[in-house]
């Protein structure tokens, strides 16, 4: 059952607010139940109840967190949506403790029967700190 691109746009939309909220519950009920979820790492989760075992510390440890929509594309056709994407959240990295920290990365959404059933995550291997460009190695 391919959605026509208001309908997947509405739900993404919940998606991100819910992901805004910090509200996990919210966030996962947009994934299939066959969810593949891998990040930036290239860790890979297959399965809706393993992506919430996972990511329940994170949701637990991280808070203040918001994501910016920068760009959005949606290919109606293939059921699949790239995302864009802006963190902004209070740094973990000791140096920088506290400070707003800005993230950019991508997300390569896949749509079936409504639902997420793919998303990969790729993000910059830089972040900025006061304007300034962190590597993610420090």
Do not use: C
Not at 95 to 112: A, C, N, Q, T
């Amino acid at each position: 059952m391919n959605l026509p691109r208001t309908k997947i746009v509405l739900l993404f939309n919940e998606w991100l607010f819910a992901w805004n909220e910090h509200n996990l519950d919210g966030v996962m009920n947009l994934f299939h139940e066959d969810i593949v979820f891998e990040n930036w790492t290239g860790a890979k989760i297959v399965g809706k109840e393993l992506l919430r075992k996972a990511w329940t510390p994170w949701f637990i440890n991280h808070e203040n967190f918001r994501f910016e929509v920068e760009g959005l594309f949606f290919d109606e056709n293939e059921q699949k949506m790239v995302f864009m994407w802006r963190l902004e959240w209070p740094s973990r990295l000791t140096k920088y403790k506290g400070k707003d920290e800005i993230r950019r990365g991508v997300d390569v959404l896949h749509f079936k029967d409504g639902k997420l059933i793919q998303k990969h995550t790729y993000s910059k291997t830089t972040l900025q700190i006061e304007g300034l460009p962190i590597s993610l190695e420090n």
